[in-house]
């Protein structure tokens, strides 16, 4: 698994018809690795939602910056939250309401490493992975149902179903939270699994070749040493 | 787990005199969260070596670029690796012996995500999570033998040893591989551990708090179906 690069500049590539998959453009169409990439709707919401961490990045004094964070999906909208405060946060500044606001530009990308891939030769040694990356402009969430539809989301995202089984953000949480939105416009979704692909003159050296699965799992729940009595864990772990 | 902000200016840190550690800067000591970041040498190395993929963050016409990628590290430097014809590696240019050449602008990000952190609050979820934030300049490594031992690296960084047990890249994959090289200088960690922080109020709210730790293992490993006969599994996979 290598540096890729995305943004082929792209004459020939159709606009997908297809109302469950994205359209690709300059920035989604890899100049290599075309094999692998998708725009499928579907795979994209499969690897958004599978996550806990999304690697945002963003251009601060004219430097890229990448910080790893939680988010939530509602349909088509990425949310990210952080304190009103937090550089990144004030960076993008105004609302969707705001027509002269530009916002934030941003690169937001998941990614599962699902494999080690060992091949014969060093040179197709390479990792199985799912990755999403989307390109956008990040805007702050100002509407006040819409914040509280996102912090439920970012919730639920740790947790199917435990927005509904905690206190709810009170106003001055609500207060202190900055929510910046980001639409599923520009995505893609590339991919590699399955086995090593050795040159055909290395197939007969003698070594090893194949490829290691990584498998994630949940360890036993810790609860919480204050816990109060008679409080027992929720189905929606033990469902996990 | 919510978006950061890294760069706060910071007049008040005094520079680290141990040697195990990386000198805090202005861009590595957050405005927030100040007590989850560390400089300390050991913890970065053992977070980048447990990791299978970095996100490497550049800017491309202004815009920012998040990718996934594998890399190796060799004592205090980073490699990362792509085809000669990969965008970004065009755009790291020269090398460390031109120095007119600027290099390419980049920050690394490395992130392990241990556990769910559900509070009582909807405003205290969080993650457990240990990261490494390396902001530099790469630049392209010409230089044969540190090519080779670049390379060498990324195939142990996938397995420890298989780069000695897998035939080495010919004079044909080396000229196609282009790698880039980055300092661990500027670089922060930060981690969170334990248990959720509720506030005091809601310590007798009837809602369940505690951590669903991740877990993460190798499944069984499957050989390619075209190994020729009598390579058993060698013993540093048995190891993993």
Sequence with gaps: MSVASESGIETGVETATDTASYAPTELTVPTRGRDRASYDQEL?????????????GFVRDGAPVVLPTLYGRVGERLYVHGSTGSRPLRMAGGTRQQEED??????????????????????????????VVIHGTAHQVTDPEEKRTALD????????GRSA?????????????????????????????GAPSDDAEDLGLPY???????????GAVIPSADLAPGIDTPDYLSAL
């Excluded at 941003?106 to 080690?116: E, M, N, Q, R, S």
């Excluded at 089984?165 to 699994?193: G, Q, W």
């Design 208 to 218: 090893w070749s194949g490829v290691v699965p990584l498998v994630k799992g949940y």
């Design 165 to 193: 089984d905690s206190r709810p953000a009170n106003a001055k949480e609500l207060a202190a939270t900055a929510v910046l939105s980001l639409d599923l416009a520009t995505v893609s979704a590339k991919m590699r699994t």
């Design 102 to 131: 530009p916002g934030l530009a941003v690169c937001l990308t998941v990614t599962h490493v699902d494999g080690l891939v060992l091949a014969r030769s060093a040179f197709h040694h390479s990792l199985n992975y799912r990755s």
């Design 153 to 160: 989301a970012l919730v639920d995202h740790v947790v199917p």
């Design 44 to 56: 994209v919401h499969a690897i958004l939602d599978e996550a806990y961490v999304c690697h945002l």
